[in-house]
Each structure stands twice: as structure tokens, then as C-alpha cells.
T-cell receptor, first 112, second 113 residues
Framework: DVKVTQSSRYLVKRTGEKVFLECVQDMDHENMFWYRQDPGLGLRLIYFSYDVKMKEKGDIPEGYSVSREKKERFSLILESASTNQTSMYLC???????????FGPGTRLTVL | GDSVTQMEGPVTLSEEAFLTINCTYTATGYPSLFWYVQYPGEGLQLLLKATKADDKGSNKGFEATYRKETTSFHLEKGSVQVSDSAVYFCAPPSGTNAGKSTFGDGTTLTVKP
């Protein structure tokens, strides 16, 4: 059974902390994505990666960075968390040339 | 660029009612089209897909037909259940980057017993 896993389902952090959200997929997919989901705003793409060490900005990259050192792992980094980054974060992956995406269960992050 | 227009929610239905959620798209060529579903507290999962024009995707009693003449991919189910309560997303590919889909707000469906 194919899987995308995220390191935490729920996370509470304080303003100014550095936050790491980890995502791992076991499908040998080339493409990986980070989204945030907020009521009334839908799913918005933060960053995506087409290959190891490659990354591209999505629609709302400000305040975030990413790291992809290995094909199966894609990390989202909040350098200095702020309250407006409280959200549900979803990771996804897809095979090269294919548009069907596989999603993780999400991490609900609260920044106090 | 490619885009999707999805019926706004929320939608509230009684159990066994007929469901239609409209989705129209603009795209270059005829890309694969998808419907995803998100159950409460979970990530998105693929519900059904159609890979070419006139294809019908189906799963769990849901159906959607890829109609190129109307550029539509409406989701339908003949008799909804309480367990179908979820958020539904229509997603064609975005732009020319393979693997990148555009997700809108989704349509929230609540089915009451």
C-alpha cells in the first residue's frame, strides 16, 4: 500500500521558534509538494520539488523554506514561526510526468 | 494557464438524495482530470479520475464524465450517505509543470440522516 507519512499530526509551537515539518513517501516519486489549507482559502501551494536538491516556489512561499536531500523526504521549514502560520499543512507526492497526487494525513500546526 | 471553476459550497443534503457538484476547466489540450475527497481530519485522497475525453471515472458510487464539448467534469452520486460528508476537490493539472495540480477551495458536503 502506497504511503505518504508526515512526522506529526498535531504540533504546538511558540512564536519565533524554528519549526520542521517532515514528509516521507515510499513510492519512489520524483515530485513532492507542500500545501497549507485554511478555511475559506482552500489548498495553497507553498513549495514543490521535482528532484533531489531541486525546489521551486509555489503560490505562497514567504516565511517558509524547504529541503530535499533524499528522494523520499521533503522537509518544510518555518525559520521563525508566527501566529499567521497556524494552519493545516499537507504534503503530497506524484510520479514524474503524472499529475495524480498522493497525500499525507496532514499536520495541524498551532503557533502561540 | 490551466484553471478550474468548482461549484461553491457548502452543500447540505438528506440521506439518499442525488448529488451533483459542478466543475468546469480551461486547459491546453486534454489533460487527465481528477476528483479528490478529504474526510474530516484527514489528507486528500483520490476519488476518481478520467484520462481522456469522454472517459467516465467511477468509484464508491460516484461518477464523473470528462466532457470536452462543455469542458466539464461534474461529480455525481445517485444516493448519498452520511459517510459521504467530506470536502470534494476538482483538480485538473496546472500549467505545463507535470505533476502540479491546482486545488481550489473545494466543496463541503454535509449529508444529514
Amino acid at each position: 500500500d502506497v504511503k505518504v507519512t508526515q512526522s506529526s499530526r498535531y504540533l504546538v509551537k511558540r512564536t519565533g521558534e524554528k519549526v520542521f515539518l517532515e514528509c516521507v513517501q515510499d513510492m519512489d516519486h520524483e515530485n513532492m509538494f507542500w500545501y497549507r489549507q485554511d478555511p475559506g482559502l482552500g489548498l495553497r501551494l507553498i513549495y514543490f520539488s521535482y528532484d533531489v536538491k531541486m525546489k521551486e516556489k509555489g503560490d505562497i512561499p514567504e516565511g517558509y523554506s524547504v529541503s530535499r536531500e533524499k528522494k523520499e523526504r521533503f522537509s518544510l521549514i518555518l525559520e521563525s514561526a508566527s501566529t499567521n502560520q497556524t494552519s493545516m499543512y499537507l504534503c503530497a507526492s506524484s510520479a514524474s510526468g503524472r499529475t495524480e497526487q498522493f497525500f499525507g494525513p496532514g499536520t495541524r500546526l498551532t503557533v502561540l | 494557464g490551466d484553471s478550474v471553476t468548482q461549484m461553491e459550497g457548502p452543500v447540505t443534503l438528506s440521506e439518499e438524495a442525488f448529488l451533483t457538484i459542478n466543475c468546469t476547466y480551461t486547459a491546453t489540450g486534454y489533460p487527465s482530470l481528477f476528483w479528490y475527497v478529504q474526510y474530516p481530519g484527514e489528507g486528500l485522497q483520490l476519488l476518481l479520475k478520467a484520462t481522456k475525453a469522454d472517459d467516465k471515472g467511477s468509484n464508491k458510487g460516484f461518477e464523473a464524465t470528462y466532457r470536452k464539448e462543455t469542458t466539464s467534469f461534474h461529480l455525481e452520486k445517485g444516493s448519498v450517505q452520511v459517510s459521504d460528508s467530506a470536502v470534494y476537490f476538482c483538480a485538473p493539472p496546472s500549467g505545463t509543470n507535470a505533476g502540479k495540480s491546482t486545488f481550489g477551495d473545494g466543496t463541503t458536503l454535509t449529508v444529514k440522516p
